[in-house]
């Protein structure tokens, strides 16, 4: 949910799931980016506190797609995305193709009627070196960094690690209140 007053050098990432013809997307701001770059697919150990969210020993491969993605007409980076998928889901499967067909990954992780359910943690660190010169990032600028669990009937499926400018965006949600929080009658 976009706040209603922000820098106008900000842009807000509201935080809700979305479908549309070519499948999911988490924020609107980022639906009409695409790949600037051929994505690439490779199998490799997941940095630490990703295996530790697929449930995975650190030294075993799971599948690795990495994406930058920017705005398609002005060829600006905007964000890293790397999805991270255990072996034992993607191993064989049109989730290690270049192609995973329409819909994409969610669409296949949830074929057979397995629902897929999100969390996410927002943090910010500085970027590796690759992480700057592929976004762009002038010196001293963090990265954002929302870090998706794609969970199906209770098993981690997918981590996603998607990492952005600091200074360009915010991430903005809507509060609920909790029972606990209710007014005093």
């Known amino acids: 949910?976009?706040?209603?007053?922000?820098?106008?050098?900000?842009?807000?990432?509201?935080?809700?799931?979305?479908?549309?013809?070519?499948?999911?997307?988490?924020?609107?701001?980022?639906?009409?980016?695409?790949?600037?770059?051929?994505?690439?697919?490779?199998?490799?150990?997941?940095?630490?506190?990703?295996?530790?969210?697929?449930?995975?020993?650190?030294?075993?491969?799971?599948?690795?797609?990495?994406?930058?993605?920017?705005d398609p007409a002005t060829r600006v980076p905007m964000q890293l995305a790397t999805s991270y998928l255990p072996a034992s889901v993607a191993r064989g499967t049109r989730l290690a193709q270049r192609d995973t067909g329409p819909g994409g990954i969610y669409d296949r992780l949830e074929e057979g009627g397995h629902l897929l359910s999100w969390e996410e943690a927002v943090s910010a660190r500085m970027p590796t070196p690759d992480e700057g010169a592929r976004l762009r990032l002038p010196k001293g600028v963090p990265l954002l960094r929302i870090v998706r669990t794609a969970t199906r009937d209770g098993l981690t499926v997918e981590v996603n690690d998607t990492r952005m400018s600091a200074d360009a965006f915010e991430v903005g949600y809507r509060i609920t209140r909790h029972p606990s929080a209710q007014p005093k009658a």
């Open 1 to 70: 949910m976009a706040r209603t007053e922000f820098s106008e050098t900000r842009t807000p990432r509201p935080r809700q799931v979305h479908r549309d013809e070519r499948g999911y997307y988490f924020d609107p701001t980022a639906r009409t980016w695409t790949a600037l770059e051929p994505p690439t697919i490779t199998w490799a150990p997941a940095p630490r506190d990703v295996a530790a969210l697929l449930g995975v020993p650190v030294d075993e491969d799971v599948l690795v797609r990495d994406r930058l993605m920017g």
